[in-house]
């Protein structure tokens, strides 16, 4: 069975991020076994610079397209941003908690429920529960530099596409094609560019396994 590769770019406290999340859920219940998901941070920065009053003009801007109202409440000083979130979702999928569970409930909990997560302890205890880890754990693999190292890699893989809003979609497939969707967080789209790449790779597939190949062809 050919498998479609999909990653995703996130910040965990972008809120376009968590505007596409029902998209990306929908196409991976849809798509099933043929994709080869992953998420990889890509940080904003350490801290937002924003007052309450910028963050909620840009989430009400953002309702405005989508029809999605965010919570601001959780900025709480504009020291405050994405840097202790990112961190404890890379820590704890470093502790074996590769899926989603944890950088949603980080982003829920700061976007849709108001928490602080622009503190470490209130992402420490958000993501250990979502995690069922161990606070001590975490706070270890937190300050673990290799924990730092993979979110600097997987933010130069995404500056590496030349393209400079999260979220970001990169599908690939076996045959070398490649679609890169920044900025996207409608399903129709998603979906599309998943389907289209699926598609064309098992018509090669079935090609292939009909014809002979002649000498030099790859």
Same mark, same amino acid.
């Given at each position: 069975?050919?498998? *479609?590769? $999909?990653?995703?770019?996130? /910040?965990?406290?972008?809120?376009?991020? !968590?505007? +596409? %999340?029902? #998209?990306?859920?929908?196409?991976?219940?849809?798509?099933?076994?043929?994709?080869?998901?992953?998420?990889?941070?890509?940080?904003?920065?350490?801290?937002?610079?924003?007052?309450?009053?910028?963050?909620?003009?840009?989430?009400?801007?953002?309702?405005?397209?989508?029809?999605?109202?965010?919570?601001? *409440?959780? $900025?709480?000083?504009?020291? /405050?941003?994405?840097?202790?979130?990112? !961190?404890? +979702? %890379?820590? #704890?999928?470093?502790?074996?908690?590769?899926?989603?569970?944890?950088?949603?409930?980080?982003?829920?909990?700061?976007?849709?429920?108001?928490?602080?997560?622009?503190?470490?302890?209130?992402?420490?205890?958000?993501?250990?529960?979502?995690?069922?880890?161990?606070?001590?754990?975490?706070?270890?693999?937190?300050?673990?530099?290799?924990?730092?190292?993979?979110?600097?890699?997987?933010?130069?893989?995404?500056?590496?596409?030349?393209?400079?809003?999260?979220?970001?979609?990169?599908?690939?497939?076996?045959?070398?094609?490649?679609?890169?969707?920044?900025?996207?967080?409608?399903?129709?789209?998603?979906?599309?560019?998943?389907?289209?790449?699926?598609?064309?790779?098992?018509?090669?597939?079935?090609?292939?396994?009909?014809?002979?190949?002649?000498?030099?062809?790859?």
């Amino acid at each position: 069975m050919t498998k *479609v590769k $999909l990653t995703y770019f996130v /910040d965990v406290l972008s809120s376009w991020c !968590l505007i +596409a %999340e029902d #998209a990306l859920d929908r196409v991976r219940r849809e798509f099933g076994e043929r994709l080869d998901y992953e998420w990889r941070i890509a940080s904003l920065r350490d801290s937002l610079d924003y007052t309450r009053e910028m963050l909620e003009f840009y989430y009400k801007r953002t309702n405005a397209v989508t029809g999605t109202m965010l919570n601001s *409440v959780w $900025l709480q000083g504009r020291e /405050d941003g994405p840097k202790w979130a990112d !961190l404890a +979702a %890379e820590a #704890a999928r470093g502790l074996g908690c590769v899926d989603d569970r944890v950088r949603l409930a980080l982003a829920r909990g700061a976007m849709i429920e108001g928490r602080h997560m622009g503190k470490r302890d209130v992402c420490v205890a958000t993501a250990a529960k979502a995690g069922d880890l161990k606070p001590a754990d975490l706070e270890r693999a937190i300050d673990d530099p290799q924990t730092a190292a993979r979110i600097k890699a997987s933010s130069e893989a995404f500056a590496a596409h030349n393209v400079p809003v999260r979220p970001t979609f990169v599908v690939r497939n076996p045959i070398g094609d490649a679609y890169v969707l920044s900025g996207c967080w409608r399903y129709e789209l998603l979906a599309q560019a998943v389907r289209d790449a699926v598609t064309d790779a098992d018509a090669y597939a079935t090609f292939m396994g009909q014809n002979m190949a002649p000498a030099g062809v790859v």
